[in-house]
């Protein structure tokens, strides 16, 4: 049997293996282009680079990781994570943040995962076993949500994008959402017998019909129920038995040609697939258990013993996911997530999962969910349609068709969203531009000057990683980059006289490197005081930690203003900046709900208020008083264009908050000074923001206040330096609470404007009377 050596190469998935299960020999698995070293996979599945959704809080049991179901939200870009105790979080996934979060009280405990009933917008939820909880995005208490309490424990409910609520009980029965609230105290009969127990469920539309269907367990055998919705039908099923004492470990079901197919997975590795048509489906029989027939699709190695928590997912007719399964050619005591081909029994990829496996797994849009260890990760997946030649690696591509391999959350979301992926300007300018090596000077491959950065001195490094990123013969920039700043960033911080930063520079600017492939970027770029290379990776990472936002918060807030003007910085943060400063004041009304004089009232007996001079000279008075004072920036220029960047970054308040609580008081008033500063200059220019340069809108700024307010509030209140500053935010509260207030006095009258209908023909000149009650 042939094997292909488990590296990463450019064009190819992590850990992309073609391993035949079938006797096949003299079969050469991958075409090898003879002038690169790039290896093509040619049409084969393939693993992308995962990332992380959230942390996990495992119990003690083998297969509790701490969540018990993840469920589809309203697209595939949102998804329902339920725990195992007392809380259900709302995640963006290609942000990795969550949205919003709800959990019931101390004492009360879910039951049962979450759903989201896209008719109605509403999350259905159970705790403790009989109350069914239903609530929408805007609730912020379960306890003040809709509660129902029904007759019988509760198995699942289940929901299928555009349709109703189903409720699946313990014992067996099945009620509509809808049906059960109506009369929540209704009898509900008992449809397995005594010591049967429902292990697994699902539903699935099948001929535009509806089916719940769960699979029991009694005295070691194993039955399968198919519940048809409207009319209301049961068929029971006898599973075949395995080897003496075995049960399925998971289960997964698809609806494909006419016919429901159920695939499951014993300890002993082997993978089975029962087929059953939708037209043959009679009426209810009762407890009698019809056989279900089964064939083997896949026989899986498992090593020495059985396996104890492992899983397999149907990803199409011709893919299975599994997990907790050893891979063929690794070492033991390694988990890995892989995609077999079932048709030709292949391995066609598969990636290392670091921490313990709990023998769970979904798959929603392309993405796999997998949690691991103490977290929950992503892993983007494809599965092109298959023949013998791709299974095997032999089908031909031609050297100029690019394979895209995503390494960062910009290129997820081709995966995720299924967008085009728009090439960088970096990139089409190197696709576009002459190779600088002469014919005559061989290049060196990929991994010869990935070997040269471990040793090679810091010009010769940057001549060769700068020569490689012009070639034309680079299939796929993306892998490249990730190789190329891991190993530059490790060699730096191994080596203190060892550091690229105008290299590092370029690599950023390729926008095809994020946070995620590269963690250590950001922190040696602050440890090297490198700040016009954190600049960029601001810029351009969008999935930078909130703890590493708050490491650049700090570091840029205490660094001299003499230190930070021998920076350079990127010129367009600076000329926004720049403009801002120089602008000079003029009178102005009302701007955004505030004006600076009407400030004068509110703040004329505070200190360092910024209310008006009380001189002997009345006039003197009168005169100062009439012209409100320029504000000043608290900071210099450069250390504002690096404090904007901060302000630009995105982030989670939950995650932010507690990071935020680190800096000094000294800092916090420094930057409530800053944020106040632009509050002011925002104020009094109605478009402060400027097409094409980077800078931070009216409404990040408030949000910032606002979160730093909220970590350091007592300790502001404490701080005489800061009471000035806190009456005149208190001033900036009072002047949006008067904007909203005068807003919704002209409310009416704005709403009739847009109910009148403009004349078609009013001629060259009119005068039109328009009454407003």
């Not at 930690?545 to 001299?560: G, W």
Request: some cysteine; glycine content about 6%.
């Amino acid at each position: 049997m042939c094997l292909v050596r488990n590296d990463f190469t450019e064009g190819v998935a992590e850990s992309s293996l073609v391993v035949p299960v079938l006797p096949l020999t003299n079969v050469r698995l991958f075409s090898r282009d003879p002038t690169s070293s790039t290896f093509f996979s040619s049409s084969m599945a393939a693993l992308y680079e995962g990332y992380t959704l959230c942390g996990l809080v495992p119990g003690q049991t083998l297969t509790n990781s701490g969540i018990q179901g993840i469920e589809a939200e309203r697209d595939s870009d949102h998804v329902v994570v339920t725990d195992s105790t007392r809380s259900v979080t709302l995640y963006k996934v290609s942000d990795q943040k969550p949205l919003s979060s709800w959990t019931v009280k101390q004492g009360q405990t879910l039951t049962c995962p979450a759903v989201y009933n896209s008719q109605t917008k509403e999350y259905v939820v159970v705790s403790d076993n009989k109350v069914i909880r239903i609530w929408k995005d805007e609730d912020i208490l379960l306890d003040k949500a809709f509660k129902a309490t029904v007759s019988s424990d509760v198995w699942r409910v289940h929901c299928l994008p555009g349709g109703e609520p189903v409720v699946l009980f313990q014992r067996g029965a099945v009620r509509l959402l809808d049906s059960l609230l109506s009369a929540p105290q209704q009898p509900i009969e008992e449809v397995l017998a005594q010591e049967e127990s429902i292990r697994w469920s699902t539903n699935i539309v099948a001929d535009s019909q509806q089916f719940v269907i769960f699979t029991t367990e009694l005295k070691g055998d194993s039955f399968l129920y198919l519940h048809r919705l409207n009319p209301n039908t049961l068929q029971r099923y006898r599973l075949e038995r395995e080897e003496p004492g075995l049960s399925p470990l998971s289960f997964s079901a698809s609806y494909r040609d006419k016919h429901i197919c159920l695939l499951y997975l014993y300890p002993n590795g082997h993978v089975y697939q029962s087929v059953i048509s939708v037209r043959g489906l009679g009426g209810d029989e009762g407890a009698q258990a019809l056989p279900l027939p089964r064939s083997l699709l896949l026989g899986l190695p498992v090593g020495e013993g059985l396996l104890e928590a492992a899983s397999a997912q149907v990803l199409d007719e011709a893919h299975v996911a599994v997990v907790g399964v050893p891979h063929p050619s690794a070492g033991a005591g390694k988990d890995f997530l892989c995609i077999w081909n079932t048709n030709f029994q292949t391995l066609q990829a598969g990636k290392e999962m670091a921490g313990k496996i709990y023998g769970q797994l979904w798959t929603f849009s392309n993405k796999l969910f997998i949690p691991h260890g103490k977290t929950l990760s992503v892993i983007p997946y494809e599965c092109p349609k298959s023949s013998l030649a791709s299974a095997l690696g032999k089908l031909k591509q031609a050297k100029t068709e690019e394979f895209k391999a995503p390494t960062c959350v910009p290129s997820w979301n081709n995966i995720l969203h299924g967008d085009k992926a728009q090439p960088s300007r970096t990139v089409e300018t190197r696709k576009t531009r002459t190779n600088r090596k002469t014919q005559s000077a061989p290049s060196l491959t990929v991994d010869q000057v990935l070997e040269f950065i471990r040793t090679a001195p810091v010009e010769e490094v940057q001549r060769e990683v700068e020569g490689l990123l012009s070639r034309a013969d680079i299939q796929d920039l993306q892998p490249l980059v990730g190789q190329l700043a891991s190993m530059l960033v490790s060699r730096s911080l191994a080596d203190p006289a060892f550091y690229t930063p105008s290299t590092l520079a370029q690599l950023v600017h390729t926008q095809s490197l994020c946070h995620s492939v590269c963690p250590d970027l950001v922190l040696l770029a602050l440890e090297r005081r490198d700040f016009f290379l954190c600049q960029l990776c601001l810029q351009f990472f969008p999935d930078i930690p909130e703890a590493v936002t708050c490491a650049c918060l700090k570091a840029f807030i205490s660094m001299p203003d003499t230190e930070a003007e021998k920076l350079s910085l990127e010129p367009d943060s600076v000329s926004f900046m720049e403009t801002l400063i120089a602008r000079e004041h003029a009178p102005v009304g009302l701007q955004n709900g505030f004006s600076p004089t009407s400030t004068d009232q509110d703040c004329s007996d505070a200190p360092g208020g910024g209310g008006r001079v009380v001189t002997k000279a009345g006039e003197e008075d009168k005169e100062k008083s009439s012209t409100p004072p320029e504000p000043i920036c608290s900071v210099g220029l450069h250390k504002a264009v690096l404090l904007n960047e901060v302000l630009l970054t995105a982030y989670s308040d939950t995650f932010l908050l507690p990071h935020l609580k680190d800096l000094s008081s000294q800092h916090v008033v420094l930057f409530l000074q800053y944020l106040q500063f632009l509050y002011l200059k925002y104020s009094q220019d109605a478009s402060p923001q400027m097409h094409g340069l980077r800078s931070p809108s009216l409404t990040q700024i408030m949000d910032w206040v606002c979160m730093v307010l909220d970590a350091h509030f007592t300790v502001l209140v404490m701080t005489p330096e800061a009471k000035g500053l806190l009456v005149n935010l208190h001033s900036f509260v009072k002047s949006q609470v008067r904007l909203v207030s005068e807003l919704g006095k002209i409310e009416g009258s704005l709403q009739e404007l847009n109910k009148m209908k403009a004349k078609k023909d009013v001629g060259q000149y009119s005068i039109e009377i328009i009454e407003l009650f």
